[in-house]
């Protein structure tokens, strides 16, 4: 079992920026990938971006490339995610999530239930 802890949510105004931290603790040998989702009141948990665990590859929802940076810190068994130009749109929960197994397939990665251990979720909110 793996244990996750973010933080750095907050309230920022439109244009601003975050930085989300995942903090895994136990049995962090046995994930090879960690993704970062977002559920918004009223919607289903959607996916944002994920990194591998060894290898640092990447991989973007539309509505995060170019805004958003995930990356590791392997030694610290952290993981982050950097939110630039922030949109009302993007307010939400944010959780964190590892798998054991992984794959680049779309259908794999972008799916929740294809992680096996989750965080309590941070909230994130941006004003207009």
């Known amino acids: 079992q793996v244990q996750l802890v973010e933080s750095g949510g907050g309230l920022v105004q439109a244009g601003g920026s975050l930085r989300l931290s995942c903090a895994a603790a136990g049995r962090t040998f046995s994930s090879v990938a960690m993704g970062w989702f977002r559920q918004a009141p009223g919607k289903e948990r959607e996916f944002v971006a994920a990194?591998?665990?060894?290898?640092?590859?990447?991989r973007y929802a539309d509505s995060a490339k170019g805004r958003f940076t995930i990356s590791r810190a392997r030694v610290a068994n952290t993981g982050l995610l950097q939110m630039n130009s922030l949109k009302p749109e993007d307010t939400a929960v944010y959780y964190c999530?590892?798998?054991?197994?992984?794959?680049?397939?779309?259908?794999?990665?972008?799916?929740?239930?294809?992680?096996?251990?989750w965080g309590q979720g941070t909230q994130v909110t941006v004003s207009s």
């Open positions: 990194i591998t665990w060894n290898e640092g590859s990447t």
């Open positions: 999530a590892t798998g054991g197994t992984f794959s680049w397939d779309n259908d794999y990665y972008t799916t929740p239930s294809h992680y096996d251990s």
